[in-house]
């Protein structure tokens, strides 16, 4: 079965320092992976996805991630973060076009003033 | 266009009741997914509906049951509340095999008193 591990629960960081908020996910086939952000009281967003192609993902707001499949990755970072990007991410993996997503319980980046 | 539409956007049940939530799909999308989202935790897949018909099903008992009309839009159901039935109820849109990211809607929390 598949699942998905994020590392850190919560991640504080100064504003305009650069972040990376890691993922790690366990499957026995090839994966499509995502990460999507939940701002409070509001539905998931998707910041970026990987199906194929380039292991470099880079998707809205400035967030990129990287898809390690060796070491079965796919941590998300920014390079300077903003007080806008505090907000909950989730790392999200499926095996195929028509399978469930899988998802992490999530990361709360917080950015401090 | 819209894009996924849920109602209500909150509700509060007493324990052993029933209750409905609806969902309506983005535009263009035929397949209907719902999540659970409980407190501090990422988002569980509960069934996926294509066609009016239940195609995959998560690990959650029969109390929880669905609906697609030929519309698209969905409705889940779910009997004999119990205190932990209190979540955020995701639902999220998709076109069935294709490499379409899911559109999730704002969800609708669920109090179980």
């Known amino acids: 079965a598949q699942s998905v591990t994020q590392l850190d629960s919560q991640v504080p960081v100064f504003e305009e320092a650069p972040v990376e908020l890691r993922c790690n996910y366990s499957?026995?086939?090839?994966?499509?992976l995502f990460w999507y952000v939940q701002y409070p009281n509001q539905g998931l967003q998707l910041l970026l996805k990987?199906?194929?192609?380039?292991?470099l993902v880079k998707g809205i707001n400035g967030f990129e991630a990287e898809f390690n499949k060796s070491q079965t990755s796919f941590h998300l970072r920014k390079p300077s973060v903003h007080i806008s990007d505090t907000a909950e991410y989730f790392c999200?993996?499926?095996?195929?076009?028509?399978?469930?997503?899988?998802f992490g319980k999530g990361t709360r980046l917080s950015v401090i003033a | 266009d819209a894009g996924v539409t849920q109602s209500p956007t909150h509700l509060i049940k007493t324990r052993g009741q029933q209750v409905t939530l609806r969902c309506s799909p983005k535009?263009?999308?035929?397949?209907v997914s719902w999540y659970q989202q409980a407190l501090g935790q990422g988002p569980q897949f509960i069934f996926q509906?294509?066609?009016?018909?239940?195609?995959q099903r998560g690990n959650f008992p029969d109390r929880f049951s669905g609906h697609q009309f030929p519309n698209y839009s969905s409705e889940l159901n779910v009997n004999a509340l119990l205190l932990g039935d209190s979540a955020l109820y995701l639902c999220?849109?998709?076109?069935?095999?294709?490499?379409?990211?899911?559109?999730f809607g704002q969800g609708t929390r669920l109090t179980v008193v």
């Open positions: 999220a849109s998709t076109l069935l095999g294709r490499d379409t990211e899911a559109f």
């Open positions: 499957s026995s086939v090839s994966v499509y």
């Open positions: 990987y199906l194929s192609g380039s292991t």
């Open positions: 999200a993996v499926k095996e195929s076009r028509n399978t469930p997503l899988v």
């Open positions: 535009s263009g999308h035929d397949t």
């Open positions: 509906y294509y066609e009016e018909e239940e195609r």
